[in-house]
């Protein structure tokens, strides 16, 4: 492609770079936008605008809304005392998508890496401690991912606020419709170590 084509170039480089997308499915997405100009294209690029001018971090919580406190901190119905800490934003969306649980949520921003450099002011463990010393929070839910680091990040968070409030954690172990032999042996012995009364 030649001069003629440098904005679109330049389109499909920057899309290239989203997670997920690799150069060839970012000139994919590129040609259908332009396919779809009226349909997608011009919609996409002004919503992009707007929310590049708009989008902000949650000031208590670190979710992304649009305003300085996100829907789920300013709602009242959300005030149930649970806390449910979680790594980024994703993992937020994901358990509102759930539908299951009706509380507040504390992003945390990554976990504790001594690899990456990253300590507990480089997350915002210091600003959970500060929110369950003064709103009045019952019980916090560590939603960590079970790596090593998540676990590490949940060890931590665990010692640094024992005694001020419930700590519990997300059960692991067999997804639904999860079938043993698939399963690798981290998730098989998480689920042996968790089980429960029938």
């Given at each position: ?65 649009t305003e300085d ?11 149930t005392g649970e ?116």
């Amino acid at each position: 492609m030649g001069n003629s084509t440098r904005d679109i170039d330049a389109l499909i480089e920057l899309m290239a770079k989203l997670p997920g997308l690799g150069p060839r499915s970012a000139r994919r997405a590129v040609l259908h936008l332009i396919r779809k100009r009226a349909l997608l294209l011009t919609p996409l690029a002004d919503m992009m605008q707007q929310v590049a001018a708009t989008a902000r971090e949650c000031a208590r919580c670190g979710n992304v809304g649009t305003e300085d406190l996100c829907d789920i901190c300013n709602s009242e119905k959300r005030a149930t005392g649970e806390l449910c800490v979680v790594e980024d934003v994703a993992d937020l969306w994901a358990m509102e998508r759930s539908g299951v649980f009706k509380g507040r949520y504390h992003v945390l921003g990554g976990t504790l890496s001594a690899l990456d450099s990253i300590g507990p002011e480089e997350l915002r463990i210091p600003r959970l401690v500060t929110r369950v010393e003064t709103e009045e929070i019952t019980e916090v839910i560590l939603a960590v991912g079970a790596t090593i680091d998540g676990q590490t990040t949940a060890h931590y968070i665990a010692d640094q606020l024992e005694g001020r409030v419930r700590l519990t954690s997300l059960a692991q172990g067999v997804p639904i419709g999860g079938e043993l032999d698939y399963l690798d042996d981290g998730t098989i012995t998480a689920a042996l170590n968790a089980r429960k009364d029938i």
